[in-house]
């Protein structure tokens, strides 16, 4: 071992106080950056893996299309493959769905859909079904046995009326879990039949497609790629449909993987302020132990190897013990987060994906990671002792052999005082080194800052206020209808109004329920717009009637443009959702609107002048208009209720929902909605994210933390000999202990007021953002006011109790030890 490992092994031996600081800053960094890249890599292979194995292998879907399409499509070169699915129609069936399809060979390999036993279609007359269905229909039959089934043909304006036909099984598929739960089926034809039961002119075909190359692009080209495609063919983004789930799932996202080097670049640039900062504090009593060293021949070279090499010990203990830490933690995890993830909506992904990791056919822990995890962690050190390897090396003997404790540099005046106080002096040691006290600061600050805007992001993003956007009161009834049903022409709103279960009766058994504060009957008008087009039909919409309670709440709500709940009762003006801009950018306040109003059968043509644009949430309206009820009535005199806002009291909350819920069930039209259901869902959703988001921040906290230990035992140390003089003349150990208080409430106050003052402005910054978005439906501005004062107390606990270690440490040395401190 040579002269310079010696003193390298030597100091990391001295200065074990520091080392142990610099060991925890090197360890936490390693757990940051390898739990990031491991979590972040393993959960998009495990979905990868899973959804691999549970979801069609197709990037896009174009639909619907006639076959002259279909022809030209089939010819293009860009595909690896292609298949047909053509929808014949719907099974009657009350309880459920039961789809009928046909699909090639192409759409079969492309969806994975595998038999159980027997074959798929080959004559006209075959279909494969699910055992389940066939129970759920009352129908026995095996495999050649011929079955008759009832279905209403899928037509232009809807469904058609019924039909029956008999049909041989030829073989049967396993229906999933989640499709029992939901009483969604399906029965496979051959395309044959398909085709000769549907004329060639209302044929509509979906082809589904898999890009040739597509094995080295990232999810957003493929994405563009297939739009490019399509209008190409003279189709439109509505035409498309993209497999999402497995494009996301076998892809790489751009997104995702900037957002992860962007974290671990956050990561490590805490380290980097962190571990340089401990080592540049404890560089200043070191300096006449490396003016010796250069006096006694060592280079400048050897003198930053010293430092390096004892950066590089501290590292090789401290690293492997994170890789450690990490490598238990990672599993479990990566397990939590995938089970409450986005696909963990689905239980057989669950369990699949938890399969999939319990069987080791996917792992989390990859080698690749461990060494780019130490490569980075290397990096970092590297990058830390860059400074104080060089300040070492600069330090000439002349100067460390006069060396008391301050920087070396040209001479200044040191400003005196006549009498010496508590104040003076700490005003004297931090003015003494101020580059020490502001990194010392802006590093604890930087972690602040941090916290301070996830704190913001997470406050505004309230469950109760996300639920609130959902559903607007206790408890939500509405009418349950569609149109172009041929076989139920009575869920046509048409129809509906005319002979509506939200009627009066049904509203006074509403109110007879105990427990029932308030009732908001909302309306809707069904209108088309001849003057926008969707294809060949005018288009659609809605105008949702509001009474006068709501006229406060709709001036609250402008967004362009103002009017009063009285000018609307003139009828000659309307308010438009923002939401209509994202389909017609070009309406603005003061247009003038032609709509067709549906009038159960009749169409009344009235003329709207746009009064104001306003932002509202899918919970107060799902439709673009809003008019007073007043209003809506005049033009169309039927029952147009269709939906009832419940206010309820607390203490009788749950018995009424259960109350609402069984009279919901009285009648197959009306569906209903709980708040408390829809609020337990977002406050699953943000807990773990919550935690996720704290845990990371505190692990970050920690490493800035360090730095503080470090600057306050160096700034007791370095002025052991100071210390001790000023107390042989007079200075108490409580006044000594006031003293450090002071040091450590101004770092407090110096962390808090940029962390706190920073943190909040960039939180509000972020909030702005989200609200642009409508990211998480946040609509409201809530400062941080609990995790900032956790911010201040932890700051202030740990400075309290860092200054009372610091100082009984320094007080278990005699007063002359104190003194012949640096001789």
Known sequence: MNTVNKTALANLRLNKGRNILAGCAVGLTTLLVFLILTIGYGLVRLQTETVNLYYPTYHAMYRPLDEETVKKLEAY??????????????????????????????AIRLNKLELTRGEFPKEENQVVVSPDMLQELGIQGDIGDEITLEYQPYEAQGLGYAREDSFVISGFFEASEENREAGAYSVLTSMEYARNQIPLKDREYYVLVRLA????????????????????????????????????????????????????????????????????????????EYGKLKALGASRRQIRQMVFREGLLVTGMS??????????????????????????????????????????????????????????????????????????AKISPIEAMGYQGEVTGRMKQRKGYE???????????????????????????????????????????????????????????????????????????????????????????????????????????????PDFSDGDQAWNAGITGLDASYAQMLESMEYQGHVTYEELLQGDKIVMGDIMLHWLPDLKVGDTLRMECHVGQERVMKEFEIAAIVQYYSGFSENGFLLPQHVVEEINPNNLNSQVEITLEKEKNAKACQELEALTETSEYLESHSFEKTLEMWEG???????????????????????????????????????????????????????????????????????????????????????????????????????????????????????????????????????????
Not at 738 to 745: D, N, Y
Request: proline residues 2%; glycine residues 8%.
């Open 319 to 392: 690293l492997p013990l994170g890789l450690l830490i990490s490598s238990f933690l990672a599993p479990w995890i990566s397990r939590t987060m995938f089970s409450y993830g986005r696909i963990g909506e689905a239980a057989n992904l669950i369990r699949l994906g938890l399969e999939l990791l319990e069987s080791g056919r996917v792992t989390v822990l990859n080698g690749w990671i461990y060494l780019i995890t130490i490569a980075v962690v290397l990096a970092t050190v590297f990058l830390s002792l860059l400074r104080p390897m060089k300040i070492a």
């Open 77 to 106: 070169q860009g595909f690896e493959t292609h298949g047909l699915r053509l929808d014949l129609g719907q099974v009657m069936w009350e309880d459920g769905l039961i789809v009928m399809s046909a699909l090639d060979q192409g």
């Open 213 to 288: 190359g597509a094995e080295h692009m990232y999810t957003d080209q493929i994405e563009a790629m297939i739009l490019q495609i399509a209008q190409g063919f003279g189709l439109t983004e509505d035409n498309v449909v993209e497999n999402t789930d497995y494009l996301s799932a076998n892809y790489v996202d751009p997104a995702l993987t900037q957002g992860m080097i962007m974290v671990v670049l956050v990561v490590v640039l805490a380290g980097i302020l962190t571990i340089y900062s401990i080592y540049y504090v404890s560089m200043i009593p070191k300096v006449q």
């Open 419 to 529: 009498s010496l106080s508590l104040i003076r002096l700490t005003k004297a040691n931090l003015s003494r080194n101020r580059k020490r006290t502001i990194i010392t600061i802006c590093t604890l600050s930087a972690t602040g800052v941090l916290f301070m805007t996830v704190a913001t992001l997470l406050s505004c993003a309230n469950p109760r206020e996300i639920a609130k956007q959902e559903i607007e009161s206790d408890y939500s009834i509405s009418v349950e209808s569609w149109s172009g049903d041929k076989m139920h022409p009575d869920r046509d709103w048409d129809m509906l109004q005319q002979n509506n279960p939200l009627n009066r009766e049904f509203l006074e058994q509403i109110r007879s329920i105990q427990g029932v504060k308030e009732l908001k009957v909302k309306t809707f008008l069904e209108v088309d717009m």
């Open 685 to 823: 959703t943000m807990e773990l994210l919550s935690l996720g988001c704290y845990v990371f921040l505190f692990i970050l906290g920690g490493v800035g933390m360090m730095n503080l230990v470090n600057t306050m035992l160096n700034s007791i140390y370095t002025r052991k000999r100071e210390l001790g003089m000023i107390q042989a003349i007079g200075m108490s150990e409580v006044q000594l202990v006031r003293m450090l208080q002071a040091e450590g409430l101004f770092y407090t106050l110096g962390t808090l007021l940029l962390s706190i003052g920073l943190g909040s402005l960039a939180g509000y910054g972020v909030f702005l953002n989200a609200k642009a978005d409508r990211m998480f439906n946040i609509t409201q501005y809530h400062y941080p006011l609990i995790p900032a004062l956790v911010l201040a107390a932890v700051v202030a606990v740990v400075q309290l109790l860092l200054t009372y270690g610091v100082s009984a440490n320094f007080r278990k040395l005699s007063l002359i030890d104190r003194i012949r401190y640096s001789e």
